[in-house]
């Protein structure tokens, strides 16, 4: 069968970028019966240099400095956003006007008022959109939602997370630039929220459901930062650590916490889900183990059992070697570039689609505002 072409128009050429990029490369590879196929058509980044050696690196056929011009082009069919997060909402909003499909890296927006906006683009043009909410594709992480949904948990009493890291701990690191955007409010909107506790929450309410309120508490560990670009010293707005506990819609009660200043954690990312009739939990160090407590179990073998995610029969686990042989995290892209494909062939949604992102940042926004006001905040605040 001769494959449907999907034309890929990239912007941003960072980590990503290459996370995508590779995506896009394997999945024929592996996911053979896939109608559609990416085909590498244009990357975009402002720096001259670095998109030619992206491009050639990566086996793009062209590429652009200008973003506008990327999405003017009549041989693109989906614009994917790897930029920080400050242009997502530009970007998604010309690329839907346009007609273009719209692939985004999490998180949405900067904020809730560009988030809406953003959905109200992709539903007004009626373009197929996905937001890069990547974990949800690791083979154990949609095991678990698969014994979610059958009912092995029973009635859920508590959902435990955490995503832990320590690289900004330097006090001599500067505010924002480049390499460190992730730093400068300006351009992140938010700190580990809307970095790290995105996926946290994206997870939480894709296995657990809705969130209803939060308390939070947020802190700035290093007050003061260099600006490069204009060698003063400048407050630092974005939030070094987050921790928040919450009511879910199912009457069960949430603990999440992030930092960045977690000595010894490079990216440990936990959930741990406790319900009447058994449990779960899971861990990023060791992505492809889903542990599971059935309560029904017989009593002299009763125990965590440990489940190796990799049998055929296992989420996506038939596409890749043999049983028993373990993936990693670029997978979960894979996964995502296959799932979009096979969306595009039957008409299905592919979530988290925009506005799946956009209840994400409701309770990011609420997390915030909870934090800053100390006080429990709803997450029923609505832009759109
Ligand atoms: C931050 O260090 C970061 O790269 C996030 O931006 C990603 O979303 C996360 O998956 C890994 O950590």
Same mark, same amino acid.
């Given at each position: 069968?001769?494959?449907?072409?999907?034309?890929?128009?990239?912007?941003?050429?960072?980590?990503?970028?290459?996370?995508?990029?590779?995506?896009?490369?394997?999945?024929?590879?592996?996911?053979?019966?896939?109608?559609?196929?990416?085909?590498?058509?244009?990357?975009?980044?402002?720096?001259?240099?670095?998109?030619?050696? %992206?491009?050639?690196?990566?086996?793009?056929?062209?590429?652009?400095?200008?973003?506008?011009?990327?999405?003017?082009?009549?041989?693109?069919?989906?614009?994917?956003?790897?930029?920080?997060?400050?242009?997502?909402?530009?970007?998604?909003?010309?690329?839907?006007?346009?007609?273009?499909?719209?692939?985004?890296?999490?998180?949405?927006?900067?904020?809730?008022?560009?988030?809406?906006?953003?959905?109200?683009?992709?539903?007004?043009?009626?373009?197929?959109?996905?937001?890069?909410?990547?974990?949800?594709?690791?083979?154990?992480?949609?095991?678990?939602?698969?014994?979610?949904?059958?009912?092995?948990?029973?009635?859920?009493?508590?959902?435990?997370?955490?995503?832990?890291?320590?690289?900004?701990?330097?006090?001599?690191?500067?505010?924002?630039?480049?390499?460190?955007?992730?730093?400068?409010?300006?351009?992140?909107?938010?700190?580990?929220?809307?970095?790290?506790?995105?996926?946290?929450?994206?997870?939480?309410?894709?296995?657990?459901?809705?969130?209803?309120?939060?308390?939070?508490?947020?802190?700035?560990?290093?007050?003061?930062?260099?600006?490069?670009?204009?060698?003063?010293?400048?407050?630092?707005?974005?939030?070094?650590?987050?921790?928040?506990?919450?009511?879910?819609?199912?009457?069960?009660?949430?603990?999440?916490?992030?930092?960045?200043?977690?000595?010894?954690?490079?990216?440990?990312?936990? %959930?741990?889900?406790?319900?009447?009739?058994?449990?779960?939990?899971?861990?990023?160090?060791?992505?492809?183990?889903?542990?599971?407590?059935?309560?029904?179990?017989? @009593?002299?073998?009763?125990?965590?059992?440990?489940?190796?995610?990799?049998?055929?029969?296992?989420?996506?686990?038939?596409?890749?070697?043999?049983?028993?042989?373990?993936?990693?995290?670029?997978?979960?892209?894979?996964?995502?570039?296959?799932? %979009?494909?096979? @969306?595009?062939?039957?008409?299905?949604?592919?979530?988290?689609?925009?506005?799946?992102?956009?209840?994400?940042?409701?309770?990011?926004?609420?997390?915030?505002?909870?934090?800053?006001?100390?006080?429990?905040?709803?997450?029923?605040?609505?832009?759109?």
């Amino acid at each position: 069968m001769k494959k449907k072409e999907l034309r890929i128009g990239l912007i941003g050429c960072g980590f990503m970028g290459r996370t995508h990029s590779n995506g896009y490369k394997r999945v024929g590879d592996f996911f053979p019966d896939l109608a559609y196929k990416p085909i590498l058509k244009a990357v975009c980044s402002r720096s001259e240099d670095k998109v030619i050696a %992206f491009a050639e690196q990566w086996g793009y056929e062209s590429y652009e400095t200008d973003w506008k011009k990327l999405i003017s082009r009549d041989d693109i069919d989906a614009v994917d956003i790897c930029t920080p997060n400050n242009m997502h909402m530009e970007i998604a909003v010309a690329a839907a006007a346009a007609g273009k499909m719209v692939l985004c890296e999490k998180p949405l927006s900067r904020n809730l008022e560009e988030g809406a906006q953003m959905v109200k683009a992709v539903e007004t043009s009626q373009v197929k959109n996905t937001v890069w909410y990547n974990y949800r594709r690791l083979p154990a992480v949609t095991l678990a939602k698969q014994l979610v949904e059958s009912g092995k948990l029973g009635k859920i009493f508590h959902y435990r997370t955490n995503f832990l890291q320590d690289w900004t701990i330097n006090e001599n690191l500067p505010q924002g630039g480049r390499a460190f955007w992730r730093m400068d409010a300006e351009a992140a909107g938010s700190g580990v929220t809307g970095d790290l506790l995105a996926h946290c929450i994206d997870l939480a309410m894709w296995l657990n459901g809705g969130i209803k309120d939060v308390s939070a508490m947020t802190e700035i560990f290093v007050k003061q930062r260099l600006r490069e670009e204009t060698g003063k010293m400048e407050d630092v707005k974005i939030d070094d650590a987050c921790i928040f506990h919450c009511h879910f819609d199912n009457g069960s009660l949430g603990l999440f916490e992030s930092t960045r200043y977690a000595r010894g954690h490079k990216a440990l990312f936990t %959930f741990e889900i406790n319900g009447e009739k058994g449990s779960l939990r899971w861990d990023l160090h060791d992505l492809n183990k889903l542990e599971y407590f059935n309560n029904a179990d017989e @009593s002299i073998v009763k125990g965590w059992r440990s489940i190796h995610v990799t049998d055929g029969d296992q989420p996506y686990m038939d596409k890749w070697w043999v049983p028993g042989l373990s993936i990693g995290y670029e997978h979960s892209f894979v996964h995502q570039v296959a799932d %979009f494909l096979k @969306s595009i062939a039957t008409g299905e949604e592919c979530h988290p689609t925009f506005r799946d992102a956009y209840e994400t940042q409701k309770v990011c926004e609420a997390v915030l505002l909870s934090a800053k006001n100390k006080c429990w905040a709803d997450t029923d605040v609505d832009w759109n």
